[in-house]
Every structure is written in C-alpha cells, then in structure tokens.
C-alpha cells in the first residue's frame, strides 16, 4: 500500500488549498491536485494519475504536484514517467526535499546506487534530522561498496534513533562484506533484541551461523524460529525447504555401519586453494523498507548486491612456479560474492541486488567488449624479466597494487612472451580497480597461453564485472569445451545464468554439475536451497 511521508514544512501549502475547498471555490487545479492525493491515500493509482495530470496541466510550475504524479507513476510500475515527474519536480524546486528522497528510492529499486546516492546526499544535506534518509544513503553506499561511508550513515541513523533494527541489520551486512562474520552476527542479533520479530535479521543470523559460522544446529534453531514468525514471510515456503534439508543432513545417519570415533565426515574430503577461494553464501538483505512512496509487502528481500558480481574473483594462486612467495588473493567482499542462493530474489523490480558501474555501461545482454586480440608475442629477456616479476609478487603480496603494476609491466616490456607477468598483471589491475587495463593483460596472457585455465577464467570474471556478460560466458563456455569437469567454472556460468541472464534451466544444469563434480563445495548447501527453490 502506497504511504507519503507527512511533510510538515508543506503542509502549509495545502491551508489556502482546503479553505477554498470548503468554501466551495477551489480553482481546477487545486481541486485535480487534492483529489488526485486522496486518490493516492487510497491506493488508486490509475485514477491518482489522471487527476494529477490535469492538475499539472493547469498549474505547470507546482512542484507538489509534480512530486505526486512522479509517486502514482512510480506506484503504477511506469519507472521512466515517474523519473521524469520527479526530475521536473526538482528542476521547479530543488529544495523539494521528499521529491530527492522519492527518486533516490527508485533509483534504489532501479539498481542504480551511484543515483541513488547522489539523492540521498541532496536529501540529507536539507534535512540532516532524518533517520531514514541517512539508512537510504548508507544502502545506496554499501550496495556501491563504500563500506567506510556507509557505516557512518548508519550510525547516525542510529544517533537519529538508537533503537532502528534496520541500522543494526545494515551495520551486520558490512560486517560480513568485511569477512566479519562475528561482528555481523552480534549486529544481527542487537537488531533482534530490539524487535524479536525482525525477520531480515533473524533470517540473516541464521545464514551467517550457517555458512560463515559454522554452526548448523543454532542456525537451523533459527531457520525455524523464522518460520513460526507470527506475520509469515513470502519466502516461507522456500526457507522451509532448506531448513528441512538441512534438518534432514543434521539427523543422525541409521545405518549398520559404525563410523569411527576420530572422524569428521563434515571435513574429511581435502579442500585445494581454488576451492577455498569459493566465496561462502551472503546473507540476505534487508527488506521491508520504509519508504514514503512504497510500502513494501514483502517480508524478506534478497542481497543488495547491485547486481553482485556471481563468481569469485579470481584463481586462489597467483600463477607462478618461480615465486617463492605467491602474492595473496584480492578478498571479496559480501557484495560481490557469488551467492547462488540469492535466497528470496523473487521481486525482480524490489530487487537490491548492486549495479556495479564499470567502464562497459550498464546493459547487460547487449554490451560487448572490444577484443584486442593481440599476436603471440616473440621472447624477449627472460632474466630481466623475472627480477622485475619478483618485485611484483612482493609488492602484491603487500598490496602495493600500484608498484605491482609497475613491476609486471616491466617484467612484460623486458619479456613480451612471459606469460605468468601478464597473468599476473591481470589481477593486480582487477584488485586495483583497473578493469579495462586488466582485460588487455588477460588477452596478452592467452595470446601466449590459449588454453590457460586460469587466466581465461581470470578474463571471463573481468568481462562480467566489466557489464559485458555475453562475452563472459563466451568465455567461460570455452573453458568448459576444454575443460568439461571444471566444478569452479560451471558454478561462474550457472550463477550469470541465474543472476543476470535469469536463464534457470541452464543455471540449474551447471548447479547440478557442481555437485555431482565436487559434493562438498562450499556453496553445495546454498545451490541445493536454490534447486529446491526453482524446480522447473
């Protein structure tokens, strides 16, 4: 149901209005204005629509107006007519605070963060007393990453007001895209205390004891405390499935055979660097948002992620035989993990998935990437090379990543044909942001090696973070034709067909195998939850 935040500083407005209608002369324009906001208060958008548009016909310069139309279309699912409402509302009115706070909510549903910032910050800069604008602002900045700032902003939600669960919720999700699982959990569990039946966080504890924590017991107590909410989530039926998997793989085994003592059948298999490297699942967003505009219904929505990037974000090694010291993997942060649960993503248009913005734009299906498509290279000074190569891996593994950009560069200018530089060089641009430059060292790298496992899947995750999601599963789909059992990149392909291309029969083909390749990846319990979830 649609709710208006009660704007005391323009209720004066709306005085001269309701004396003329009571005294029974209200122009045409004031009368479209107040039917079309009682037509708003009731729900009835289609006729709120109308109304409005006559009163903007016949009184043009009224912001007020404007700003209500933009909250029918946007109610009505006409996202392009609503943004050009509020835009005209603001471009009449800059100060108008609740027309700032409107759009920076659909730029939020949009999956635009980076606009949606840029409204909260005009919104909080007018009215820095708002709790709920500073949580609008540090959503939109945690979705972008911006960890630090939105900490900030959600603190001073809770300096605004101390007892908000959605502050303490959010500060949980930044601890977990800071690898904090602890942290994220005593957040999680703050926000309970305050309101018990706070089903994001009791939902995100759960995951995070699951998956992080490593306590399935308390977690499916959770799972199940969940469930009996007296209000029953949307997801209820999707949540339920996983907690009875669960329940089931934590039942004791009846069987004749007797299992030592001494063993751990939960950590028996040997786990190498690339399947460590797996991110673990992310806990679901926040949901239920307050919002002037929309009053949402759901009870749990799924991961802001901006889109979130699906794949880990790189091999687990930086490939070298001849470093002595293998440079440290970039960490990945909640947001840009792989999460094929993407647990309650069912709301495509309420989503809070995160737009990552990066140099290819922001259409993923239609984007492509400008290959370069460079020749073999003929060996240069391979002695020279690997000193400045050494250099490089020292650096990285300090996480110098600009002297380690330095380094491999010199080691490739010395040598052209040395390809563990250019791999190498690859990660050190992706960890340093530097996307398209890191895209031209992968090529350079295959132009060597064409059938580099690592260094074609390190390009395929580039293209995707790049927003050129056809080329990277071009990418990785050349890697399967080479190789076919390759658990890392089936997962990689079936989370964009999932997540980004919301193809489910070929997500559900590659989570399949994944599973039969390696039952105990770390996110086995997570693709079974979304096999369960999305049967065909």
């Known amino acids: ?39 708003l208060d009731r729900g009835d958008y289609g006729d709120a629509i109308a109304k409005l548009q006559t009163a903007v016909t016949l009184m043009p310069t009224n912001s007020l107006a404007w700003d209500y139309l ?33 759009l920076g909510c659909l730029w939020l549903e949009q999956n635009r963060a980076d606009l949606a910032k840029s409204e909260f910050t005009a919104f909080t800069l007018r009215d820095g007393n708002s709790a709920d604008g500073w949580l609008k602002l540090g959503e939109a900045q945690m979705r972008l990453r911006e960890l630090t700032l939105a900490e900030k902003s959600f603190n001073e939600t809770l300096r605004l007001d101390p007892k908000n669960p959605e502050a303490l919720n959010d500060l949980g999700l930044v601890q977990v895209q800071r690898n904090r699982a602890s942290d994220a959990a005593r957040f999680f569990d703050n926000a309970l205390k305050v309101q018990p039946d706070y089903a994001p966080a009791l939902l995100n504890l759960a995951i995070v004891y699951e998956n992080n924590l490593n306590n399935r017991p308390f977690a499916l107590k959770k799972y199940r405390e969940y469930l009996s909410l ?3 989530p949307e997801n209820w039926e999707s949540v339920n499935a996983h907690a009875q998997v669960l329940e089931r793989e934590l039942a004791p085994p009846v069987a004749s055979v007797q299992i030592p003592a001494n063993s751990n059948p939960e950590k028996s298999a040997a786990v190498s660097p690339r399947d460590s490297a797996n991110p673990k699942s992310a806990p679901a967003s926040k949901q239920n948002l307050k919002t002037p505009v929309v009053k949402s219904d759901e009870s749990v929505r799924s991961a802001p992620d901006v889109k979130t ?27 840009q993990q792989m999460n094929p649960m993407n647990l309650f993503h069912h709301n495509a248009g309420n989503s809070s998935a995160k737009t990552e913005t990066a140099p290819g734009g922001t259409d993923s299906q239609a984007n492509r990437y400008h290959y370069q498509n460079p020749p073999a290279p003929v060996a240069g000074d391979r002695g020279a090379a690997e000193q400045a190569f050494r250099r490089g891996v020292q650096a990285q593994t300090d996480q110098d990543f600009a002297e380690a950009i330095r380094d491999y560069q010199e080691a490739t200018q010395a040598d052209p044909a040395y390809y563990d530089a250019y791999y190498n060089l690859g990660l050190a641009e992706t960890s340093a942001g530097h996307l398209p430059e890191a895209a031209r060292a992968y090529e350079f790298a295959l132009a060597i090696r064409p059938d580099s496992l690592d260094g074609r899947y390190g390009f395929a995750l580039v293209l995707k973070r790049m927003r050129f999601v056809p080329d990277a599963v071009n990418e990785l789909e050349k890697l399967l034709a080479r190789y076919p059992n390759d658990a890392r990149t089936h997962l990689a392909l079936a989370n964009i067909y999932a997540q980004e291309l919301h193809q489910q029969a070929k997500a559900r083909a590659h989570y399949l195998k994944v ?22």
């Open 1 to 39: 149901m649609l709710t208006i935040k009660n704007w005391i500083g323009k209720i004066a407005i709306f005085f001269p209005l309701i004396a003329l209608l009571l005294s029974g002369c209200t122009p045409p324009g004031p009368r479209a204005l107040l039917s079309g906001k009682k037509l």
């Open 70 to 102: 933009g909250i029918a279309w946007h109610q009505s699912g006409e996202i392009t007519n609503a943004v050009r409402a509020y835009q005209q509302a603001l471009t009449l009115d800059p100060d108008l605070t609740e027309a700032h706070y409107n």
């Open 309 to 335: 990037d699906t794949v880990s974000n790189g091999p687990a090694e930086i490939a070298s035989a001849r470093s002595e010291k293998p440079a440290k993997p970039e960490k990945r942060g909640f947001l």
């Open 230 to 232: 007296k209000a029953r």
């Open 515 to 536: 599973l039969e390749l390696d039952p105990r990846n770390p996110q086995a319990a997570a693709i079974r939850f979304w096999l369960t979830s999305n049967q065909p």
